[in-house]
């Protein structure tokens, strides 16, 4: 697919420009925009203050005030705590995911695949606020949880499940994991079963077939659902705001937070940019990687 | 035969996947350094049998003994035998030497060892210098070779090899038949080779069992089975498909005279006693022995049918001739090119020929033999 066919000229730039245009327009400019905006300050009533020299502003570095102000030991706490719950959700993700989709692309009768795939795929029927929501009545203090445990007599007063980061962790978990299924059943389902019966025959037993045979040939799928779960997950916002209480903020709490309530747009940005550079930076990864292997990229 | 000779002993082993019974009830002794075929088409439970050897597949019954080692429950890591997939199921994300390495770690030869002997193998199989190529880079018989490297470094008591021939090209098969039996000889370990081929199966084997329908339906040295076929289905399988009808008339002195439509008895030696008067026998004569006559040749005792021709077929070494018997039987015969019947030249499709044998060439089927 890399290749271009230099017989038919333009036509291939041509039929690709409407995903340039949408992706410039609304992606590339606005990331230009926010780029733009993090170097100003934040004006008395939000919004920007206007730079009256550029050049004595460009020189005192004060374009930068934005970008030190994210280094606040305050905000790098945060900033960890994102990525430490991204990296345990990815985790999470993966360590429930491979069982799920080795049954389904090995184990489980031909018959029953399409169903157990819909499955997977159905949750997404529903809008991902509503599952997050549902997540609530599962785990608050009068939820569908405590309610039978109390009921059992397993516990006598309700334990308090919502509000930290426990509920934040599910709730990424929950909502990332087909994201995690799908793309290793897809490589899972193409793995050829005779290599497993070959190590085997050769004195390899089930754990040092898996590690030396089955992981090696399934890790473009290991890596694509790592990406795809690590990405949304350093992002996100919605689960800790709905689940977590005031000390599972996250970076995208935070951003939404100067854009929504502190109305500090330039600090907001600046932060934004960085997580987005951080993103970027871990797809150029994984493009070297699929490209280093040579196979094709599965996102 | 002394149990010590034998290398893999299977015991009444049936192998049944939900009402489809693959493998019935078969026995088999197989013997220490014999080159054994398991001959059949496809569904007869070739296949099954041995992956059952393997240990790919456990029985539904019975019992799978290998060099005095009952195995039929260990898993395939545990049992001295390795097998060639007919895909040689080469591991695509290591190189050829990573390949034929693969399981010598399990036998505790690790580093420059290793790696010596998975090189000495790569020399035995004639693939040395392509250790750092990556299996999609090999054509189809250089893999075969690394597969088959690859399980021979495990030092195997037994070979299992599973139609390990069928991707490669009509000459490079017949190349890596003769190959495979030279090594088998110098090595002096036990192959079991599964096809369905049978020129190939009488090619490299010292015995033959054919297989049909999960049961073993003979089991006899190479020449034995190609020229004397105990059933109909054997004597169809190795391309002998003319059957006769007759009846036995009597018993004497070993011989067996028996009545059919042929014009005269036709004697047949006989070592076995369940013979009786009036049995309905059927008998199948090669095609190779049938000869074609003008006239109803019975001068030295020749057996002689009369036929009508419906069609000749020009095969560079034979001319394939086949004949429909007054019965409706129709036969095939072989006739060399090089030597050529006496009056070929007066035989015309449509027109009437005398078919006609020496009777020693009669094979008579085991009685009640299917």
């Known amino acids: 697919m890399r290749k271009s066919d230099s017989s038919s000229g333009r036509a291939p730039y041509l039929l690709i420009s409407p995903t340039w245009l949408v992706l410039g327009l609304f992606f590339i400019l606005p990331l230009f925009i926010m780029l733009m905006i993090s170097f100003g300050q934040r004006g008395t009533y939000g919004g920007l203050k206007p730079i009256v020299d550029l050049g004595a502003y460009l020189l005192s570095g004060e374009f930068l005030a934005n970008y030190r102000q994210t280094l606040d030991p305050l905000y790098l706490q945060i900033y960890w705590r994102s990525l430490w719950m991204a990296v345990v959700t990815t985790a999470l993700c993966l360590l429930i995911s491979y069982p799920v989709a080795y049954y389904i692309a090995v184990v489980a009768p031909a018959r029953r695949k399409n169903l157990l795939l819909a499955l997977v795929v159905i949750p997404f029927w529903t809008s991902f606020l509503i599952r997050t929501y549902a997540w609530m009545l599962v785990l608050r203090t009068e939820g569908l949880v405590n309610s039978l445990l109390l009921g059992t007599g397993i516990i006598d007063a309700p334990l308090s499940l919502l509000y930290n980061e426990m509920a934040v962790m599910i709730g990424l978990v929950y909502g990332e994991l087909p994201f995690m299924i799908l793309p290793l059943y897809a490589s899972l389902e193409k793995l050829d079963l005779t290599l497993l019966e070959a190590s085997g025959d050769l004195g390899a037993n089930h754990p040092s077939t898996f590690w030396r045979v089955t992981v090696p040939l399934t890790m473009p799928g290991i890596v694509a659902g790592i990406v795809l779960v690590f990405i949304p997950s350093i992002g996100q916002f919605v689960v800790s705001d709905l689940l977590g209480g005031a000390k599972s903020m996250l970076a995208g709490n935070l951003i939404q937070n100067q854009f929504a309530v502190a109305r500090n747009k330039p600090f907001g940005s600046a932060v934004a940019f960085e997580l987005t550079a951080v993103v970027l930076l871990l797809l150029m990864a994984y493009a070297w990687y699929t490209k280093r292997k040579g196979q094709e990229a599965m996102l | ?370």
């Open chain 2, 1 to 370: 035969m002394n149990d010590t000779d034998v290398s893999v002993k299977i015991v009444e082993v049936t192998k049944s996947f939900g009402d489809f019974t693959a493998v019935n009830q078969v026995s088999l002794d197989i013997r220490k350094g014999e080159f054994f075929s398991l001959l059949g088409p496809s569904g007869c439970g070739k296949t099954t049998l041995l992956r059952m050897i393997g240990g790919f597949e456990l029985p539904t019954g019975g019992q799978i003994i290998i060099n005095g080692q009952d195995v039929t429950h260990l898993p395939p890591y545990k049992r001295p035998v390795n097998m060639v997939f007919q895909s040689y199921a080469l591991f695509p994300h290591l190189n050829v030497l990573d390949n034929v390495a693969f399981g010598l770690r399990y036998k505790k030869i690790t580093g420059a060892a290793a790696t010596r002997q998975a090189e000495a193998m790569l020399d035995l199989v004639r693939m040395q210098g392509f250790s750092q190529r990556f299996p999609p880079q090999l054509s189809g018989g250089q893999r075969q070779r690394v597969a088959l490297a690859r399980a021979l470094a495990m030092e195997p008591q037994v070979l299992l090899l599973d139609e390990p021939l069928g991707a490669l090209d009509q000459k490079l098969r017949k190349e890596v038949q003769i190959e495979l039996k030279n090594l088998q000889r110098s090595l002096g370990i036990t192959f079991i080779f599964v096809t369905h081929d049978q020129e190939e199966a009488l090619t490299m084997s010292d015995r033959i069992a054919v297989m049909n329908q999960g049961r073993v339906e003979q089991l006899d040295a190479s020449h034995q089975v190609f020229e004397y076929p105990k059933t109909e289905f054997v004597a169809q399988f190795m391309g002998a498909p003319n059957f006769f009808t007759g009846v036995v008339k009597n018993i004497a002195e070993g011989l067996m005279h028996l009545g059919s439509r042929a014009d005269s008895d036709i004697r047949v030696r006989t070592t076995s006693d369940v013979w009786k008067p009036e049995d309905p026998v059927r008998f199948v004569v090669r095609p190779e022995k049938l000869d074609l006559r003008t006239k109803s040749g019975t001068s030295d005792g020749e057996v002689s049918v009369e036929v009508t021709i419906e069609d000749r077929v020009y095969q560079g070494v034979n001319t394939v001739w086949v004949v429909r018997g007054d019965d409706g039987a129709r036969y095939t015969i072989y006739e060399q090119n090089d030597r050529p019947f006496q009056e070929s030249s007066r035989f015309r499709v449509g027109g009437r020929a005398f078919m006609s044998w020496n009777p020693r060439d009669t094979v008579v089927m085991e009685k009640n033999g299917k």
